[in-house]
């Protein structure tokens, strides 16, 4: 315990190396971790909340003891990723939703452009 706290001095978080470095986490620390996530988002979900960092009140409001818990068995680095993740799954899971109610069609892998391959603006500039 603390000397004027009622907290044991070693919190379950992330752990630092005597240098001042995080250790990284072992697999059921990463567990622990998306259980916690898990949890979190399946409660912004009742709560019908999207984006825990814009509507944070709210998500202190309804979700908060989770969010703790999220705090506690995750790095800050992974919080805020997690949280910024939800709302770019979201957004792009309506405009996938959007593109299809307005009769777009996927395109076949087959026919999909491969990653570094030359495009015809990057041709003709030579």
């Known amino acids: 315990m603390g000397w004027f706290s009622s907290t044991p001095s070693t919190p379950s978080g992330p752990q630092r190396t005597s240098d001042g470095a995080f250790i990284a986490p072992d697999r059921s620390a990463r567990d622990r971790c998306y259980e916690a996530r898990d949890a979190f988002f399946a409660c912004l979900d009742r709560a019908n909340i ?3 960092i814009k509507d944070a009140d709210k998500a ?3 979700c908060g003891k ?3 818990g999220m705090s506690t068995e995750c790095a800050a680095s992974w919080v805020k ?3 910024q993740r939800r709302v770019m799954e979201w957004k792009k899971q309506k405009t996938y939703e959007k593109l299809a109610s307005e009769g777009a069609v996927g395109m076949p892998p087959e026919l999909a452009i491969p990653s570094g391959a030359p495009t ?3 041709r003709t500039q030579k």
């Open 50 to 52: 999207i984006d825990s």
């Open 60 to 62: 202190e409001e309804e």
């Open 66 to 68: 989770l969010e703790k």
């Open 81 to 83: 990723y997690f949280k």
């Open 120 to 122: 015809q603006s990057s």
